[in-house]
């Protein structure tokens, strides 16, 4: 039913004990319904000593306290309030009980109906229309299966386009596990969504309704119940709280920016390490740009603590001359970043190494967690100073920057190939492999041209039929991947000889490959030049090299590997050089 941890009391203990042997513990049984719920009780009235009824739109009830107080505490507070507040009322315990009767109001009625179905069977279908309005009722009635639900499906569909606006849900829900999930969705995409919120700044644009104060984090309302014979008024979600409908610009109603954050939420994601920016300077604009939204609600103490999340020694020269001129920026963090350069060039050579060693950004990769310059157990002033720099997340240079490339349709813009072939999005797609910006290579040929795997138009395109027969592309020696998703294209103008088994695998070195999908008698491929994306999950490592292996026979019983297009989503990581790129 509604909360699981409760649901587990009613499981037989033999589902965990499958052996025949005779044992000293006693049986039991389990019955249906207590594994089925009580959906059977639902609609027919039957026991009910309850009657609900839900204002907009006006509709009966008929329900049992004790599923109700099972599975919603507030339910359980309430019931338990009424019976204590007939008790005082000296009610004859010999007379006829009446049935009570619950009238709710406020938004939402048209939902309660899935609330009631979750409470007596534990089934729940959440779309992008209920899951909203269900969370605000199972956080209302504090139904923890419930929310738990809700949340767990608006985590799995927070994008980047939504993520500011899901967390402003979160929060108002107290949802944490989706608030943890935007804040991860924010700093991967900080770099676009920081750009919207500076834009908007720098070109003054003007809010149609006074201004919300976001300093504080906003709770849902109280959940205690009154001793009338209804609940309190559910919050009318709509107008409670600005964290619901951010402000609306003149120019765009629907754009969300990082400055109608609570102060905390905002300094919560300033300071994470994986924070996706091209430039500290970034931060340092968003900073001002939140500033100059709220200045009238910030104290000096929350000023100061925003700049403190700036990393002010890894700006030019030229920005830190910029920020020099603003008097709001306290002078204590400008010296601090002065004196972190300045020791790169004056300071002994061992005061050197540690700055050295976190500054180092040799590789196109993910950044390893950070290790000491000495790795023996010998103390030295160097360590010391090593450590204070690990202490002071200021003086670290944040996570290396990634391009997160978001499959949305099979041979999108969105992806790998498209953006390298794009030059990063400034120029007209050309195929990068003619560009000599990716490299193909094949196990054999027997028809088509190699390129044309990571070009964007269908063509008939395979190799011999050789068993293990494989395509492999390197990306770049500047840049790596963290795949998160990607897509095949068969290669015939046909159906026969459509791939069925084979493996996806990336390599760092084109010599160690490790297996990142697997696939056997996968029919996804059926038709010609048909296209299927699959998730690729869990993958954590960045790779330059990828390739797919065919690990069995085709559609057609054949060995040829028929594909015609492959493209890749996910983390980029790459170092670019001034002519935009590096060989193959």
Not at 206 to 220: G, K, R, Y
Not at 334 to 359: D, I, M
Not at 552 to 579: A, P, T
Request: hydrophobic share 35%; charged share 20%; net charge neutral.
């Amino acid at each position: 039913m509604g909360d699981k941890s409760s649901e587990d009391s009613w499981i037989s203990p033999r589902s965990q004990n499958s052996s025949s042997s005779v044992s000293n513990t006693p049986s039991v049984s389990e019955c249906e319904l207590f594994t089925r719920g009580f959906g059977s009780f639902l609609g027919n009235g039957y026991f009910s000593d309850v009657t609900v009824v839900t204002k907009i739109p006006s509709k009966t009830f008929e329900l049992h306290k004790v599923i109700l107080a099972y599975s919603s505490k507030y339910f359980r507070k309430y019931f338990d309030e009424l019976e204590q507040q007939k008790a005082k009322e000296n009610e004859n315990a010999t007379s006829e009980r009446k049935k009570d009767c619950v009238e709710l109001v406020g938004p939402f009625g048209q939902y309660f109906h899935l609330v009631v179905g979750y409470m007596y069977d534990g089934l729940l279908e959440c779309s992008s229309e209920n899951v909203i309005p269900l969370l605000a009722m199972a956080n209302f009635y504090q139904i923890k299966g419930l929310k738990k639900e809700a949340s767990a499906f608006l985590a799995g569909n927070i994008t980047r386009d939504n993520a500011l606006l899901m967390l402003q849900k979160a929060i108002f829900f107290d949802a944490e596990d989706v608030t943890n999930k935007c804040i991860n969705v924010i700093c991967k995409h900080f770099n676009q969504l920081a750009s919207a919120t500076i834009a908007f700044n720098n070109n003054n644009l003007t809010i149609s309704t006074p201004a919300p104060n976001p300093i504080t984090s906003v709770s849902s309302s109280s959940n205690s119940a009154t001793l009338s014979t209804s609940p309190p008024l559910l919050m009318n979600y709509s107008t409670s709280s600005h964290l619901i409908s951010p402000p609306k610009s003149s120019e765009n109603s629907t754009t969300q920016y990082l400055h109608t954050l609570p102060l905390p939420i905002l300094l919560r994601i300033l300071r994470q390490h994986n924070l996706a920016v091209s430039s500290e300077y970034v931060v340092y604009q968003t900073v001002c740009a939140y500033i100059n939204h709220n200045k009238t609600l910030l104290s000096q103490d929350d000023i100061n603590g925003l700049f403190e999340t700036v990393r002010f020694p890894w700006m030019s020269y030229q920005q830190l001359s910029e920020v020099e001129k603003n008097p709001l920026v306290p002078h204590s963090l400008l010296t601090e970043a002065l004196f972190v350069r300045l020791k790169q060039h004056e300071a002994p050579k061992e005061y050197r190494k540690p700055f050295a060693a976190l500054s180092d950004g040799e590789s196109s990769s993910p950044r390893n967690s950070l290790k000491s310059p000495n790795n023996n157990n010998n103390t030295s002033e160097s360590d010391n100073e090593y450590s204070m720099l690990v202490g002071n997340r200021r003086l670290i240079p944040r996570a290396q920057y990634a391009v997160s490339l978001q499959y949305t349709s099979d041979f999108d813009d969105q992806g790998l190939f498209y953006y390298i072939g794009t030059n990063g999005g400034i120029e007209e797609w050309s195929n990068p492999f003619l560009k000599g910006r990716v490299r193909v290579m094949c196990s054999s040929q027997e028809k088509g041209n190699v390129a044309d795997v990571v070009g964007r138009t269908p063509t008939e395109c395979w190799t011999m039929d050789v068993p293990a027969s494989w395509i492999s592309v390197s990306i770049g020696s500047n840049r790596t991947l963290v795949p998160n998703y990607y897509t095949l294209r068969h290669g015939g103008n046909s159906r026969a000889d459509c791939l069925r088994n084979w493996t996806l695998q990336g390599s760092l070195d084109s010599k160690n490959w490790t297996v990142l999908a697997r696939h056997a008698m996968d029919t996804s491929l059926n038709g010609n030049f048909a296209t299927c994306s699959w998730a690729i999950p869990d993958c954590k490592e960045a790779y330059r090299f990828f390739r797919v292996v065919q690990t069995g026979r085709n559609s057609s019983n054949h060995n040829f590997l028929s594909l015609s297009g492959i493209e890749f989503y996910g983390d980029l990581y790459e170092n670019r050089k001034q002519d935009g790129y590096n060989s193959p």
